[in-house]
């Protein structure tokens, strides 16, 4: 008699033959999922380190940039120095320069670690011809990336500027960024490698945030500078209108006496003037009378005193105030 099972009442090696025929169905999946190999995680982890150690100097350069920034207002050539190394090293190239747009010309601000006679090239205000990079950039206001200087037909044509970026200063991979503001060219930033290896999109992205961060430099220096202008102008209009109405008031309390008001006059024109010392003469027909001093030496205010009534002698300053009598 065939035993049957107590559960299912079918028999156990029918039960068997199915569980069997499932596992050999199930077993390929199993056998087909890889686990990652050591060495793929490895070159995986290595890319990431190497974007994060990346991201992280980028970071460092522009914290270091905006310090810098904030601690020289009014100041920028530590700035441009600055912005310059961080963006040569970070972008693995040789050298770097900035340049400021004045009027029409090109005018070098900032060069690191070029070669000297390419800086002495350059140190000429210039206005770059359209056929090469920077002249493109200047057209087209965007990023000029070049792979290979020596390629480009203006070096074949034998345009000097190109001929000394390539031979004097070994220029072959470079980058041209635009400085902006407003659409409008302020500046650029030139980027050189020695070696035919083009710059990455990365890289460019960085030295453009340089070149926006310039921007914002030059932009509160003149500013600053024309804060400190105003603020000029106006401590200096104050400090007249003072000195007029002292001398006003000297005058309405002294009826009569010129003494005093000479004096107060020449104190405050020593003083606005920032002068070491001031005499004050009265012209009578042709001739020239002391009438007042201040912080005059004492050898020459004594010897003003005892001169007495003068004619100045030809080429002396006085001479021309005398004959026009003013």
């Given at each position: 008699?065939?035993?049957?099972?107590?559960?299912?009442?079918?028999?156990?090696?029918?039960?068997?033959?199915?569980?069997?025929?499932?596992?050999?169905?199930?077993?390929?999946?199993?056998?087909?999922?890889?686990?990652?190999?050591?060495?793929?995680?490895?070159?995986?982890?290595?890319?990431?380190?190497?974007?994060?150690?990346?991201?992280?100097?980028?970071?460092?350069?522009?914290?270091?940039?905006?310090?810098?920034?904030?601690a020289s207002?009014?100041?920028?050539?530590?700035?441009?120095?600055?912005?310059?190394k961080?963006?040569?090293?970070?972008?693995?190239?040789?050298?770097?320069?900035?340049?400021?747009?004045?009027?029409?010309?090109?005018?070098?601000?900032?060069?690191?670690?070029?070669?000297?006679?390419?800086?002495?090239?350059?140190?000429?205000p210039?206005r770059?011809s359209?056929?090469?990079?920077?002249?493109?950039?200047?057209?087209?206001?965007?990023?000029?990336?070049v792979?290979?200087?020596?390629?480009?037909?203006?070096?074949?044509d034998?345009?000097?500027?190109?001929?000394?970026?390539?031979?004097?200063?070994?220029?072959?991979?470079?980058?041209?960024?635009?400085?902006?503001?407003?659409?409008?060219?302020?500046?650029?930033?030139?980027?050189?490698?020695?070696?035919v290896?083009?710059?990455?999109?990365?890289?460019?992205?960085?030295?453009?945030?340089?070149?926006?961060?310039?921007v914002?430099?030059?932009?509160?220096?003149?500013?600053?500078?024309?804060?400190?202008?105003?603020?000029?102008?106006?401590?200096?209009?104050?400090?007249?209108?003072?000195?007029?109405?002292?001398?006003?008031?000297?005058?309405?309390?002294?009826?009569?006496?010129?003494?005093?008001?000479?004096?107060?006059?020449?104190?405050?024109?020593?003083?606005?003037?920032?002068a070491?010392?001031?005499?004050?003469?009265?012209?009578?027909?042709?001739?020239?009378?002391?009438?007042?001093?201040?912080?005059?030496?004492?050898?020459?205010?004594?010897?003003?005193?005892?001169?007495?009534?003068?004619?100045?002698?030809?080429?002396?300053?006085?001479?021309?105030?005398?004959?026009?009598?003013?």
């Open positions: 008699m065939r035993r049957r099972s107590s559960a299912g009442g079918k028999p156990s090696k029918t039960r068997r033959r199915k569980a069997a025929t499932l596992t050999r169905a199930i077993a390929p999946k199993v056998r087909g999922r890889r686990k990652p190999s050591s060495a793929s995680a490895n070159t995986k982890n290595a890319l990431l380190k190497r974007e994060r150690d990346e991201a992280l100097e980028q970071q460092k350069a522009t914290a270091e940039v905006l310090r810098i920034i904030s207002p009014g100041d920028l050539k530590p700035v441009f120095d600055a912005m310059l961080n963006a040569v090293r970070l972008c693995d190239a040789k050298f770097g320069i900035i340049y400021r747009w004045v009027g029409d010309a090109l005018h070098l601000v900032s060069a690191h670690n070029a070669p000297p006679a390419f800086v002495a090239a350059r140190r000429q210039w770059p359209p056929d090469i990079p920077m002249g493109r950039m200047i057209a087209t206001k965007t990023v000029t990336h792979v290979d200087m020596a390629a480009e037909q203006g070096y074949t034998r345009n000097p500027t190109l001929v000394q970026s390539v031979q004097i200063g070994g220029a072959r991979s470079y980058m041209a960024v635009p400085m902006l503001k407003e659409n409008n060219l302020i500046g650029a930033i030139g980027i050189f490698r020695q070696e290896e083009p710059f990455t999109k990365k890289q460019i992205a960085l030295v453009q945030n340089f070149a926006a961060q310039a914002i430099a030059i932009e509160n220096t003149r500013l600053l500078n024309e804060l400190r202008q105003r603020t000029d102008d106006l401590s200096e209009s104050l400090e007249q209108q003072t000195a007029t109405s002292e001398v006003l008031s000297v005058i309405s309390s002294s009826p009569g006496e010129l003494e005093p008001v000479f004096q107060t006059i020449l104190e405050n024109a020593t003083r606005i003037c920032e070491k010392f001031g005499t004050l003469y009265l012209f009578d027909a042709n001739a020239f009378l002391w009438a007042a001093q201040v912080g005059a030496p004492p050898e020459y205010a004594q010897f003003l005193r005892q001169r007495g009534s003068f004619q100045p002698t030809a080429g002396a300053p006085l001479i021309a105030c005398g004959g026009r009598k003013t």
